[in-house]
């Protein structure tokens, strides 16, 4: 998602490339490409024949829109997983809309019962719930949300990595099982926002539900009106619904809520000293939760108070590292296998993948499964969620990605991916393979309908051309089965968004200007 560092040099330079390439409000909606875009090959690989993985998929969250259509991270166990075959490779063609002159990134894509999308649009103006048309990725629908203080911070210190190590006001969000879109605002304030269409034959959205957040969380946030606040800001992170149906929320400065939708009350515990940046997941066991310094098991009591059920520190290194946005893990939690959750650590050499076993009475000494090194000594970090399939789990390597100059002149990351297997008794874990594949900030998923994994990746160019692609993977062997040229130049990294299959089996990934479409033709 949009959260990592972008020195001053950046807007300048990403508006220079936009007035060269003719971007404009009023113009086409297809995202321009840079120069080259004809110098480098469009499609490596060849077709793949699905091949659907066996296994259960995690429960159906009964709060929660269907599984693969509900949130970043597909449902509620975190799984990255859909149950639908994404494309294939048959001369798949790909579209694209730009949402803004700069940035306009659509992050979280979640899809509403008639298959459309609902998405939230990252502009220099303020964010946009947007309904898409799947097919056209013609805007239906769009509503406002408030400016960041981020985006205020930015603008009048020319500071832009304020904007991009922000993950508040919306840029998480989950749709219920009434296709609403629930998130948090730059206000402190949970929104429950329904779609639907007028009888003129157009769409709009409303605003169902309004809690007010402030009485728990600080709120003296820069504005245009208050451009030098004396007090605290705290922006909510992300939120999540329970299995009794809460609505959980977190903040960046530690704080963990809940918002009970039937009366409306609000209940709030703090984890002093801690930050957490990242989405949550969520079972029937509990509510899973990780901080910078700890992994967390909550559950609600009788008022709706967040209860800690257990804490498990992890190395958490001495520094964050290029790729990482804090001192601390990346990674959503995974609910998982049987009673397992998966992170990663942020230690110095080597970033581990750890399991552990979530159950309450697991005695301290057995809670940890397995603990394995991945990628190489001195460049692994991640800040994307895992991928997790019966006992699986496949991770990604961001060392190196900052932001969209990191890349720019052909340069790319380190890069790779690798599948590790909880073994069958529990004993331990094994890595299965390694892909070098380059997915520089990416959350990667996996078709369970097809045994693809998609990545979206970047070369290194050594005439200064930056392609990217959509990657398709074997989830078997690790091996590389096809690659499409999404588009070539800054306005097509996407900038720590997600891929997200469609139902229609269209693979949708949301890029600095934008949002595109990758579909098989035959």
Not at 18 to 26: D, T
Request: hydrophobic content about 35%; overall charge negative.
């Amino acid at each position: 998602m949009s959260r990592r560092t972008l020195d001053c040099a950046v807007i300048p330079a990403l508006a220079a490339l936009a007035a060269m390439y003719g971007v404009s409000p009023a113009q086409a909606e297809e995202i321009p490409k840079a120069p080259g875009h004809r110098l480098v090959s469009h499609y490596d690989g060849s077709p793949a024949a699905a091949a659907p993985l066996p296994g259960q998929a995690p429960p159906q969250h009964p709060y929660l829109a269907p599984n693969g259509r509900s949130g970043m991270h597909a449902d509620a166990a975190g799984s990255a997983t859909y149950p639908w075959s994404g494309p294939l490779g048959r001369a798949p063609e790909v579209t694209s809309a730009k949402t803004a002159l700069l940035g306009g990134e659509c992050a979280t894509a979640t899809f509403d019962a008639g298959g459309r999308l609902v998405t939230v649009c990252g502009t220099f103006t303020g964010f946009l719930v947007k309904l898409l048309d799947p097919a056209t990725l013609a805007t239906l629908a769009e509503y406002a949300l408030p400016q960041r203080s981020s985006t205020v911070e930015a603008i009048t210190s020319l500071d832009f990595s304020k904007i991009f190590k922000d993950t508040s006001g919306g840029a998480y969000f989950y749709l219920d099982d009434q296709d609403r879109a629930v998130l948090a605002d730059s206000r402190q304030h949970v929104l429950r926002l329904a779609h639907r269409q007028r009888p003129d034959g157009g769409w709009e959205f409303t605003v169902d539900d309004d809690w007010d957040l402030t009485a728990h969380v600080p709120h003296d946030c820069v504005t245009w009106t208050n451009l030098r606040p004396t007090g605290t800001c705290d922006p909510v992170t992300s939120v999540m619904p329970d299995w009794d149906g809460r609505i959980w929320w977190v903040t960046r400065q530690g704080r963990v809520g809940t918002v009970d939708p039937r009366t409306g009350s609000i209940r709030s515990v703090r984890l002093e000293g801690e930050e957490i940046q990242n989405s949550f997941s969520v079972a029937e066991d509990g509510v899973s939760i990780v901080s910078d310094h700890a992994l967390y098991s909550f559950r609600a009591a009788a008022d709706g108070t967040p209860q800690v059920q257990w804490r498990q520190t992890y190395d958490r290194g001495s520094a964050a590292k290029p790729g990482s946005v804090n001192q601390g893990s990346g990674t959503t939690p995974d609910l998982f296998g049987d009673g397992y959750v998966a992170i990663t650590d942020n230690a110095d050499d080597r970033m581990n993948v750890l399991v552990f076993r979530r159950g309450t009475d697991v005695p301290a000494d057995r809670r940890l499964v397995c603990i394995v090194p991945v990628f190489g000594h001195g460049a692994s970090t991640t800040d994307n969620s895992l991928i997790s399939w019966g006992n699986s789990l496949v991770v990604e390597n961001n060392y190196g990605y900052e932001n969209p100059t990191s890349l720019l002149l052909g340069r790319s990351v380190v890069g790779g991916a690798a599948r590790i297997d909880v073994r069958p008794d529990g004993s331990g874990c094994d890595t299965v393979w390694q892909s070098p594949v380059r997915s520089p900030s990416t959350v990667p998923k996996l078709s369970t309908g097809n045994g693809l994994l998609y990545f979206y990746e970047k070369e290194p160019h050594a005439w200064g051309i930056d392609a990217w692609y959509l990657t398709a993977v074997d989830f078997r062997t690790g091996e590389r089965r096809w690659r499409r040229l999404t588009g070539t130049g800054p306005l097509y990294d996407n900038n720590w968004a997600p891929i997200t299959l469609g139902p229609d089996g269209t693979a949708y990934v949301g890029v600095f200007n934008g949002i595109l479409a990758v579909r098989d033709t035959r």
